[in-house]
């Protein structure tokens, strides 16, 4: 697909727009028109006028509007419906989010409240972003449901995020940075002595700074891909240099049922961790082993009732929507028996349509699309239906049908970390590989990043350099209370 553009610097917003429709489509953007029209997309602006004029497949259609008197964010909207309004037809898709390419919809939707009120911020999402009636609602249920955990986060608070970059296998969907066990096998005791060095050290940093710890988070990879020593000598670091009793929540990506037994979730436990995730994916042993994944149906049952047994009382399961092979009946299957467990948290996400994943071929795309979206729309009713609500929600690019991942909760119990990570509400301290530190200002929407090394090689041949760098949360704190 060639993207050409002229008299205007809408780029982006133009190219965010093609993805809906053609996520795996390489996209070339030139300012120069191509020798040939075919699959190519022009966008233009002169003397008032601003259009696109779309060719695909041998059909040709074109939009233009006056924008006389327009601010250059109106013109840039128009042309992104306009856009939209010519692909729909020449495609027969309706993506259920309209024009709306961000992660973070609920944040943009509390932010035109904040700004206008409920009925105007409902009414722009509908009318002029296009997003369906249903995606609307869920997005206003969502920011509701977190504006009453934001409320929970003070000036002072941070939560602590905690990288564990291994996993048994990787998954043919994964786009995560992270290494299987056995190939990662010699690193990991360097990699867990200094990851407990780095947890020391942010406990100092946070404590010389006043700060307030309210939850932690392990991610990864998968953290319980440690074995049951490298595992507890993490959670005694963090036990060690934290106080753990005061904080909200306490979570630890349990995710593959294949790396739990009891030692580690009495691991866990005695650490004072509070929340855990056992993700079976799909309850499909089919799927599963299309997908990569080496654990059976039955082991993520045994797992979440072994996880019961020592006492854990919030458990979060995950989905995928779209994953090749499954089915609508098979997800609803999936979904279904999530609901006869009754975890505290069900996670809905939708596949992302990653080109180096390679799970779904741009031939299968129009049938994978209405599917999911069905299988979407059945976890939306049955988890409303069997007291759950939605609480926490973001949206990658290149999801199946441009949907959305969606946290849904029993009353109560949702995953703070989660609404403060995603919308950036208070600073992420964050320690181990490919892990990211958000500064976050109290006061205005300033926010500062530091990244750790990606690998874990680098991760252990370049700590201190790493550590270097830490100490910028110290300025970035000065600055704030300088007012600079």
Request: charged share 25%; net charge negative; aromatic share 10%.
């Amino acid at each position: 697909m060639i993207l050409s553009f002229t008299g205007h610097n809408f780029r982006y917003e133009t190219e965010n727009v093609i993805r809906i429709f053609f996520p795996l489509e390489k996209i070339t953007v030139t300012d120069e028109m191509p020798e040939t029209q075919e699959n190519h997309v022009f966008t233009y602006m002169k003397n008032g006028i601003i259009g696109c004029e779309v060719f695909i497949s041998g059909k040709e259609e074109k939009r233009e509007q006056s924008i006389l008197n327009k601010t250059d964010k109106d013109a840039e909207l128009i042309l992104a419906q306009l856009l939209y309004d010519i692909l729909t037809s020449m495609t027969g898709l309706t993506p259920p989010w309209g024009i709306l390419t961000g992660v973070r919809p609920s944040k943009l939707l509390r932010n035109l409240i904040a700004e206008n009120g409920e009925t105007e911020a409902v009414d722009y999402f509908r009318n002029q972003l296009y997003v369906t009636d249903k995606k609307t609602d869920l997005a206003l249920s969502v920011a509701k449901a977190e504006d009453r955990i934001i409320a929970l986060s003070g000036e002072k608070s941070y939560s602590l995020y905690v990288s564990i970059p291994f996993c048994p296998t990787r998954c043919s969907y994964c786009s995560f940075v992270s290494h299987s066990v056995a190939q990662a096998k010699k690193l990991i005791p360097d990699y867990v002595k200094l990851l407990c060095k780095e947890i020391a050290d942010i406990s100092k940093i946070a404590s010389d700074l006043g700060l307030k710890l309210e939850t932690i988070y392990f991610g990864g990879g998968t953290p319980t891909s440690l074995g049951e020593e490298d595992l507890k000598a993490v959670t005694d670091a963090v036990r060690a240099n934290f106080d753990v009793t005061s904080v909200r929540e306490y979570t630890i990506e349990a995710g593959r049922p294949d790396t739990l037994n009891k030692e580690k979730l009495s691991i866990m436990k005695n650490a004072g961790v509070s929340r855990i995730s056992i993700n079976p994916q799909t309850f499909n042993a089919q799927v599963l082993q299309n997908i990569g994944r080496k654990h059976s149906p039955e082991m993520t049952v045994e797992a979440f009732n072994m996880a019961r047994e020592t006492g854990f009382d919030n458990i979060n399961m995950d989905f995928i929507a779209g994953l090749p092979g499954d089915t609508y009946e098979s997800f609803k299957n999936s979904i279904d028996k999530a609901v006869n467990l009754s975890p505290e948290n069900i996670t809905v996400h939708t596949l992302a349509l990653k080109r180096a994943a390679n799970i779904v071929t741009q031939g299968e795309t129009d049938s994978v699309y209405s599917e999911t979206a069905k299988m979407i729309d059945y976890s939306n009713l049955a988890l409303y239906n069997n007291g759950y609500f939605p609480y926490y929600m973001y949206r990658q690019s290149k999801t199946v049908g441009n949907n959305e991942n969606v946290g849904w909760s029993k009353e109560g119990r949702e995953c703070l970390y989660n609404i403060y990570m995603m919308e950036e509400i208070h600073t992420v301290l964050a320690a181990g590989g490919g892990a990211v530190t958000k500064l976050k200002s109290p006061y205005e929407n300033k926010i500062d990043r530091i990244f750790n090394f990606k690998y874990p090689y680098e991760y252990i041949s370049r700590f201190d350099e790493q550590s270097e760098r830490k100490k910028h949360i110290y300025n970035f704190y000065e600055m704030i209370k300088s007012g600079n």
